[in-house]
């Protein structure tokens, strides 16, 4: 075999980007040293500039605003808090400080969530030698510690202010501020703050959500404002935040029983009976109350409402795999494997005044092969509505796809009279889909009973309950209501 010897030829590019690379790292390697050893000597330099000359702050204590709760305030100048080891007390032999301390808790009685104040206390020096004083821990970020001296002379005496903001969710209100001293007998002073931390005015409840309402029925909730202080409440003014649905609500309201008053801690209160009027559209509604008081609050006493309203009658699915469509309000039959077009566990609900004497008649069906029947009827557990079984398909011999060839939009619609005065009419549409992806059926020795429920949900006739969702269907006119009319819950289902 031939061999060929040759000089090296002129370095490709791969070997021109890697030379590249590798200078560009030593040029970065370079730069990162240069910027530590510049980090390096500025702290060296602070730390000796600080040794020898002291610490100091450049501003006075009283343009300074606190950002930590473990600094304090000594002679106009701001102690970090890695100084708040303890002092050392004098040698034996040589004149001793002795701190003497007449008041070491205040209470500010009671106090709004949010509020602020201050107490002074002062702290004697009874001994022969300078006290020395200095800030120790604070028991919270709400206390904030202030002294006037940080060495007391013997015979003086130095004022400690503790500011404190009343806040925690509980009650009690319990705050400490801590001194050091250089007193061998009382090398620690603990200041505190006690009191009780309650609101003003506010509702109770401050949200309501167990309405149970209907389309076309008006309803009633009452919420109640207690006051904590002195003076009698007197309302003033009140108004509903959601303007959009002001019109459907009204407020009136009367003195609380004092019994009920005193049970509650408060000093006075009053019943808002809130009542919502007739026309409130179906769907999920929010809706507040505030009112304005004789009493100085922070804030305005305010109760929220959640609001689902409910049509008269509405249809829906219980399953997930029911076929129902609830953006569309629609209903879609589906077919497993050599079975016939069927939808699983659609109900008919009637809620409301009317909802015991509701009955129902399958009036128009689209296409005229669609097989629609009224089913088993029978009460939800919370007892505030009446389910009626609605059994849809198709018959094995029909085909689908000819059936709803000829309708608009190839989807067909069932209408359903009904006996209630508020909704006389129900409508939805009706489509078909064929899924490849469908399992066979199995036959059963009860044809008539459901397929297995999916593990990951209980359906809601099996266990008696409402279903998650059930605003009204499409009305009489036969449209369809928009994703802002969603299916709500029932709201005996959210008390429970």
Not at 132 to 155: A, H, N
Not at 249 to 272: H, N, T
Not at 390 to 417: C, R, W
């Amino acid at each position: 075999m031939p061999c060929r010897i040759g000089l090296p030829g002129p370095p490709d590019a791969t070997t021109r980007g890697a030379a590249t690379l590798s200078i560009e790292m030593l040029r970065m390697r370079i730069f990162l040293i240069v910027i530590l050893a510049v980090v390096t000597g500025i702290l060296l330099g602070s730390a000796s500039t600080s040794s020898e000359f002291g610490y100091q702050s450049i501003n006075p204590w009283h343009d300074f605003t606190a950002t930590s709760f473990d600094t304090m305030f000594l002679d106009g100048h701001m102690i970090p808090a890695s100084d708040t080891a303890a002092i050392t007390p004098p040698k034996d032999g040589e004149p001793q400080p002795k701190a003497r301390v007449d008041v070491l808790v205040q209470d500010f009685g009671e106090a709004e969530r949010g509020e602020r104040g201050e107490f002074t206390y002062v702290i004697y020096n009874d001994g022969d030698g300078p006290l020395e004083l200095k800030k120790g821990r604070s028991s919270c970020k709400c206390t904030v510690g202030k002294i006037s001296k940080s060495v007391v002379p013997p015979g003086e005496s130095a004022h400690v202010l503790v500011q404190w903001k009343a806040s925690g969710k509980k009650e009690k209100f319990f705050k400490s501020v801590t001194i050091k001293t250089n007193d061998r007998e009382r090398s620690t002073i603990k200041f505190s703050v006690a009191g009780k931390v309650l609101p003003v005015v506010s509702f109770h409840p401050e949200r309501i959500s167990t309405f149970t309402l209907v389309a076309g029925e008006p309803s009633q909730a009452e919420a109640k404002l207690f006051g904590y202080r002195d003076e009698p409440l007197e309302v003033q003014s009140w108004r509903f935040n959601n303007a959009q649905i002001a019109k459907y609500f009204d407020v009136s309201y009367e003195p609380l029983d004092e019994k009920e008053v005193a049970e509650r801690g408060a000093k006075s209160g009053i019943l808002f009976r809130i009542e919502i009027k007739a026309g409130l559209p179906a769907g999920e509604h929010n809706q507040e109350l505030s009112v304005v008081t004789n009493a100085k609050s922070r804030q305005l006493p305010r109760v929220s409402m959640y609001l689902p309203v409910h049509e008269a009658v509405s249809v829906f699915g219980t399953r997930v795999r029911s076929g129902w469509n609830w953006s569309s309000q629609s209903l879609t039959l589906r077919q497993a494997a050599d079975s016939p077009y069927f939808a699983e566990r659609i109900v008919i609900q009637a809620k409301g005044q009317d909802r015991e004497q509701t009955e129902y008649k399958i009036k128009e069906v689209q296409p005229a092969e669609l097989q629609v029947e009224l089913g088993k009827r029978y009460p939800q557990r919370s007892k505030e509505a009446i389910w009626t079984d609605l059994h849809v398909s198709l018959p094995d011999e029909v085909d689908a796809t000819a059936a709803f060839a000829n309708l608009p939009k190839q989807t067909g619609y069932v209408v359903i009279e009904t006996t209630n005065p508020k909704y006389p009419e129900l409508r939805f549409d009706v489509d078909c889909r064929v899924s490849s992806s469908a399992k066979r059926r199995q036959p059963t020795d009860q044809q008539d009973s459901p397929t297995e429920p999916d593990k990951s949900a209980a359906t809601a006739s099996e266990t008696g309950t409402e279903p998650t969702a059930a605003t009204g269907a499409a009305g009489p006119s036969g449209e369809r209501p928009t994703d802002a009319a969603r299916p709500i819950e029932d709201a005996a289902q959210q008390a429970g």
